[in-house]
């Protein structure tokens, strides 16, 4: 089983729709949960982390967590056509391990 | 603030060659991690060094080896290069906590001939 696993996409959202993603983790004594964003031919960018068993909303975006569940999740509102990159997923063991990322569309 | 800086951008070598590519991390940041990525199998961690000293390592072979400077600079070799590992290489820097997020640079396009 791999370490972190995601929703295999693509996912195709029309703007202004939700998108939602998630992640599941095997490790259960990972405490530091975190999303990257990475567009075509860039490098992953940090949009959101995550310690406690929740949610937390930054702007369009909200991260929730279930620690029990081994269950990470991010959801995108209100997408916009700049929203459209590889979303990955990566938990923080003794390395941060990163799922195989999520490739999001957003429609104009 | 400086972000992660990366050289060179892209390298192109060929097979038996080694290689050589640096990282300088963010000011104040004592971690720097190592990553490929590929295609096919996505972010994998090659190593962290932390303080100088290499403090966790991935699942690569011996070919691939690193070092940290008194400055927190790093360094990643690859020696006799193959095919197979050709990929983009990118560097990472955090403060060192198991908290703290990562923070990327550019990367290095290796390709091997």
């Known amino acids: 089983q791999k370490e972190v696993e995601q929703n295999s996409g693509p996912l195709s959202v029309p703007e202004g729709a939700i998108a939602s993603l998630n992640c599941t983790y095997s490790?259960?004594?990972?405490?530091?949960f975190f999303w990257y964003r990475q567009y075509s031919g860039k490098s992953p960018e940090l949009i959101m982390s995550?310690?406690?068993?929740g949610d937390k909303e930054d702007g369009r975006f909200t991260a929730q967590l279930n620690k029990a569940s081994q269950y990470v999740s991010l959801l995108i509102r209100d997408s916009q056509p700049s929203d459209s990159a590889t979303y990955l997923c990566?938990?923080?063991?003794?390395?941060?391990?990163f799922g195989a990322g999520t490739t999001v569309t957003v429609r104009a | 603030k400086a972000g992660v800086t990366q050289t060179p951008r892209y390298l192109i070598k060929t097979r038996g060659q080694q290689v050589t590519l640096s990282c300088s991390p963010i000011?104040?940041?004592?971690?720097v991690s190592w990553y490929q990525q590929t295609p096919g199998q996505g972010l994998q961690f090659l190593f962290e060094?932390?303080?100088?000293?290499?403090?966790n390592k991935g699942n690569f072979p011996g070919r691939f080896s690193g070092r940290q400077f008194s400055n927190s600079r790093s360094e990643m070799n690859v020696s006799t290069l193959e095919l197979g590992d050709s990929a983009l290489y990118l560097c990472?820097?955090?403060?060192?906590?198991?908290?703290?997020?990562?923070?990327f640079g550019n990367g290095t396009r290796l390709t091997v001939t």
């Open positions: 990472a820097s955090s403060m060192g906590q198991g908290e703290s997020p990562l923070h």
């Open positions: 490790d259960r004594v990972s405490q530091s």
């Open positions: 995550i310690y406690s068993n």
């Open positions: 990566a938990v923080n063991d003794y390395k941060l391990s």
């Open positions: 000011s104040g940041h004592r971690s």
């Open positions: 060094y932390f303080s100088e000293t290499q403090r």
